[in-house]
């Protein structure tokens, strides 16, 4: 009703939402080539070189944007059927990784979780020679990729495949390095840093939430890291 928004203390008093830059992020899309290059397709938009990247991710930081998510362009000479390059742990995305943890410690990294960008097929999942597509095979690629990404130093590990299964079996494999997730409830706390990750940086946990409970849609479940230091039941 007109009535809550007479004055600017009431309006603020009753509004339900307020969004910041800092609810924002920023997306950045990257390449291994030494130049900056527009993208057609995205007007306004960049593929960033390395040096270009960190500027971009520093502006966004200056302007209260304090998470960036990763889209990778792979060379063709580095795609293969398989996408083994996701393992490399001297790939793009690790390096990219290695190098905004080092300048800018406090700003949230999160890297997409997919095939596509390293496929020679150019699609999500493994493609058999029949066609099939081979979701078990493809998920556990997507399980070293996700290892790969968080020990660079990844905040949010974030999958947008579209294999079946891959959340619980990344969330297992995560777990099994020592990125351990608590269930709703436990209290207890776990002090595991990666060994690889810049010494002082505070540990991360990494939760997947795929239930209805979270909020989010059962159907599109969301991975993401917390602070060791948190400690209350979600």
């Known amino acids: 009703p007109r009535r809550n928004r007479r004055s600017r203390a009431l309006r603020d008093l009753s509004r339900e939402t307020v969004l910041t830059a800092a609810d924002l992020v ?22 960033w070189s390395p040096d270009g990247l960190l500027g971009a991710a520093e502006r966004a930081l200056e302007a209260g944007v304090r998470a960036v998510v990763l889209f990778p362009k792979i060379a063709d000479e580095l795609k293969d059927p398989r996408g083994a390059e996701v393992a490399n742990e001297d790939g793009l995305v690790p390096r990219t990784l290695r190098a905004l943890k080092e300048r800018m410690p406090e700003l949230a990294l999160i890297t997409d979780v997919a095939l596509d960008p390293y496929s ?6 493994v493609v058999a020679e029949d066609g099939r597509i081979l979701n078990d095979e493809t998920v556990e690629i997507l399980c070293h990729q996700a290892l790969v990404q968080a020990r660079a130093g990844a905040d949010v590990i974030a999958p947008s495949d579209m294999m079946d299964g891959r959340v619980a079996a990344i969330r297992e494999a995560l777990d099994g390095e020592g990125f351990v997730a608590r269930t709703p409830g436990e209290l207890e ?35 993401r890291l917390v602070r060791s230091e948190e400690h209350t039941s979600e």
């Not at 291994?32 to 593929?47: F, I």
């Not at 595991?192 to 479940?221: C, M, T």
């Open 120 to 125: 020679s097929d150019g699609h999500d999942g």
């Open 189 to 223: 706390r776990e002090r595991h840093v990666p060994a690889n990750r810049p010494p002082g940086q505070e540990p991360w946990l990494l939760e997947a939430v795929a239930d209805g409970q979270s909020g989010f849609p059962i159907d599109r479940p969301v991975a």
């Open 26 to 47: 920023q997306p950045l899309f990257l390449h291994a080539d030494a130049e900056d290059t527009p993208l057609e397709s995205l007007p306004g938009q960049t593929r």
